[in-house]
């Protein structure tokens, strides 16, 4: 690990514009984001806004800034419950391999693989109600089997190593295994996994704000920003280009990210480089 | 008439020095082996030949075939010398052939890509290389795929693309190593056939003394990337004037001094065990067919005794060990330690705190994440409070074994595979079992670490009064460890006995087959022992 990778460079330094624009926007923003002004609406990017103004006269950097916020936090807390579902299901899996419970939790996930997420997501928001919270439990949903077979996947060759046969001859359980030897040795997996599935939850996150189920007005959201300025692409298509780099470069960092952290946790690509 | 000499070969990769001043010549038709321990530079002489380096390769020195120096070629010309002027065969058959392709078209496919037949006739070719390795075509249509055939049939098949196009040296990289002794013997056979009837050189690498000794007629010893000594085979091995050849020789013929104190207490009583598995159905509402893996296998074990079991893979011994550890349940019959609970999934720790086990491969054995005092102390959770003197007792175990007591508080990657194998004996001690399960643990060392783990155990066993159930294939090994042996076969013990009487007077004819299969020294070559 003498020379980290390009990719991870470039990835954690996007990735880090984001992450300190929405904690700078828990203390200050440049203008106040649900301040409207009609005298400076649709401005284009200049000295005072430096991203212009929307068609109520608020401040696109600052919006973009809260935004940042609302999107982080959603695809967090997804991931974060794709992780605490799915990890101890696909350990339990890995554990019971060949039996019955794997065999209805691995089907449990193809079910829900087999539902297209995006319409169950908007499914699931239409029935209890257009919110950020019902948005992260949607996203989190469809990231569960995804954490699942990813664990599953890497316990079932740890599995068949010599050092678990020797944990079980000194006497200790599927579950202790799991958390002492397994857990530990697939922790590359779930990390990388996990910066794939923030960007993947920043995107779902963005659709469901798009079509007007995420996070609701006043508290600003890139996807909510984009479809405002649908109508108004034409008159002032910075409304549009601004959020939509927003989420671009996001998705972009994470993933390059997630590819450099791969390359350097996971041995078998090591060397290959 | 030297078909193709090798000069001065040097080779860096990322700079660490990998090969020095390597020379030497292959004789038109003749077989040279290269011998040598592991990292001592013997495959990356091979892949230097091919110019299949890894990244990083910096190499220097020549490599003249024909009068064209190999390399000095590009890639292009590379490709059409490979296959064509020079085979190669590799240790691992499982992994050298392509799942997903027939048999025929892998072995057609060389002979096609060279440009030398179109694919109907290249496969007619393919059916009489196929012939030729021992493939008849009634058992062996040029459809099958790799996965249906056994490790020797696979190997016959690698041999067979290798020799597709008659190339005038054949490289063979371990290629029995990963092979039972009987599968083994008929594959030296079949190498030794065709380098006779083809006029073919061989490149033999291995690191089997024995396997040269029947195979080679020229030799050369490896040892950290230099060649140390060379010649003819039997000359070379009568006098081995180099030291590092003389150590490998004493290393190889090793015995451990030992003094059992076989005591009249039965430890391990194995009565009738029987185990099998249902095999995928053939039929939609036929009965699954069963495979029985163990088939009423009874004996004893006594304290202090050392008990070998050999067998060919396939032979049942890998299920009857996972028994014995009570890691898997019998369908019949008992495993009882003195005269305790019987030995199953699930038993008390007490139970379980008689038995510990030391695997084969020393990189798999260990997490890889955990300190070594971690490592060792792991068997301390069978016991109902971990030992106040934990920490103690780790150090005095790896001393036990060799190693020093700050090697705690290092990682496993930083040792050794032999001394991964200490550490792994180390943990198997640290609860002071009564027995240890040896399951292969010496067949992945290099044979001068062999030595000294072997007598590493031979004195623990006296020390500690241990009994040995010594699982091997190789029966030099076994022979030199245990006081009884069983010979294993299709899920039954066939003959047991005193180890030196059954190897001196084998009964069963599979027991015969096997003493017969093993490559050996000529002995009038040894006669000429140093000290």
């Known amino acids: 690990m003498k020379r980290l990778p390009m990719t991870l460079v470039a990835g954690a330094l996007l990735t880090a514009v984001f992450a300190v624009a929405a904690l700078v926007s828990l203390a200050w923003t440049p203008h106040a984001v649900e301040g409207m002004n009609i005298a400076t609406r649709l401005q284009p990017p200049g000295a005072d806004h430096w991203f212009g103004t929307d068609h109520f006269g608020r401040d696109i950097l600052s919006m973009i800034m809260v935004g940042a916020r609302t999107s982080i936090a959603v695809a967090v807390i997804a991931v974060g419950m794709g992780m605490v579902l799915g990890v101890p299901l696909g350990l339990l899996a890995a554990a019971n391999r060949g039996g019955l419970i794997d065999e209805v939790i691995m089907r449990g996930n193809d079910l829900v693989f087999a539902f297209p997420a995006l319409v169950i997501a908007i499914l699931i928001t239409a029935v209890f109600g257009p919110s950020a919270v019902n948005a992260i439990i949607a996203i989190g949903i469809f990231n569960t089997p995804v954490f699942a077979r990813v664990t599953r996947g890497g316990a079932l060759s740890l599995w068949t190593l010599d050092y678990i046969r020797a944990a079980r001859v000194a006497g200790k359980g599927a579950g202790r295994i799991s958390i002492e030897h397994i857990l530990p040795n697939i922790a590359n997996l779930l990390i990388v996994q996990g910066t794939i599935q923030f960007s993947l939850g920043i995107l779902a996150e963005a659709a469901l704000s798009y079509v007007g189920l995420g996070a609701q007005p006043p508290t600003p959201s890139w996807g909510r920003m984009l479809a405002e300025a649908q109508t108004m692409i034409a008159m002032a298509p910075h409304l549009a280009i601004i959020p939509g780099l927003a989420i671009v470069l996001t998705v972009l960092g994470l993933n390059l990210m997630g590819d450099g952290l791969r390359d350097i946790l996971d041995p078998k690509l090591r060397r290959a480089r | ?531």
């Open chain 2, 1 to 531: 008439m030297s078909l193709i000499s090798v000069e001065n070969l040097s080779l860096d990769i990322y700079g660490t020095p990998i090969l020095r001043d390597v020379s030497f010549d292959i004789a038109q038709g003749k077989v040279f082996g290269l011998v040598g321990e592991s990292g001592s530079g013997k495959s990356m002489t091979s892949l230097a030949l091919m110019k299949l380096l890894p990244d990083g390769a910096r190499r220097s020195g020549r490599a003249v075939i024909d009068g064209r120096d190999l390399f000095a070629l590009d890639e292009a010309a590379m490709c059409a010398i490979r296959g064509n002027q020079i085979g190669m065969i590799f240790q691992e058959p499982m992994t050298a052939l392509n799942p997903v392709q027939t048999i025929g078209d892998q072995v057609a496919e060389t002979l096609v890509v060279h440009g030398v037949a179109k694919r109907a006739e290249a496969l007619a070719i393919a059916r009489e290389k196929l012939d030729r390795v021992g493939l008849d075509g009634a058992r062996f249509p040029l459809d099958r795929y790799p996965h249906e055939l056994s490790g020797g049939q696979r190997q016959r098949v690698c041999i067979a693309m290798a020799v597709a196009l008659r190339p005038r040296l054949l490289i063979a990289d371990e290629p029995t190593t990963a092979l039972d002794v009987t599968t083994q013997a008929q594959i030296l056979d079949l190498l030794r056939g065709l380098v006779e009837e083809e006029g073919m050189s061989l490149l033999m690498i291995t690191h089997d003394l024995a396997v040269v000794s029947g195979l080679a007629d020229h030799v050369a010893v490896m040892q950290e990337g230099r060649i140390v000594e060379q010649g003819p085979t039997e000359e070379l091995f009568r006098t081995r004037a180099h030291d590092y050849t003389q150590r490998l020789f004493a290393a190889s013929a090793h015995r451990p001094a030992r003094e059992p104190t076989v005591t009249d207490e039965i430890l391990l009583t194995v009565e009738d065990a029987r185990r099998s598995y249902a095999l995928p159905r053939r039929s939609l509402f036929g009965t699954a067919p069963k495979l029985e893996a163990v088939r009423g296998v009874s004996f004893t074990l006594r304290k202090g005794e050392s008990l070998g079991l050999v067998g060919e893979s396939g032979c049942g011994k890998s299920t009857l060990t996972r028994a014995i550890l009570g890691l898997e349940d019998l369908q019949g019959g008992s495993i009882r330690l003195f005269d305790r609970e019987p030995v199953k999934p699930g038993m008390a720790n007490a139970l379980r705190a008689g038995l510990q086990v030391v695997f084969q491969d020393p990189y798999g054995s260990f997490n890889p994440r955990w300190k070594v005092s971690r490592l060792v102390a792991e068997p301390f959770h069978l016991m109902p409070h971990p030992p106040a003197d934990a920490r103690d007792r780790v150090n005095d175990a790896l001393v036990e074994v060799g190693l020093r007591p700050d090697d705690a508080d290092k990682y496993i990657h930083e040792f050794s595979g032999g001394q991964r194998q200490r550490i792994a004996i180390a943990r198997a001690l640290i609860n002071r079992p009564d027995l240890i399960v040896l399951d292969e643990a010496v067949s992945a060392l290099d044979v001068r670490v062999r030595a000294q783990i072997l007598d590493l155990l031979a004195r623990l066993q006296e020390t500690h009064g241990l009994g040995y159930l010594f699982i091997s294939h190789d029966l030099h090994v076994v022979r030199a460890i245990t006081d009884r042996v069983m010979v294993m076969k299709a899920g039954e013990i066939v003959e047991t006995g005193e180890t030196e009487a059954v190897f001196a007077n084998p009964q069963h004819p599979y027991t015969r087959q096997l003493i017969a299969a093993t490559p050996t020294i000529p002995a009038q070559w040894q006669m000429q022992e140093h000290a």
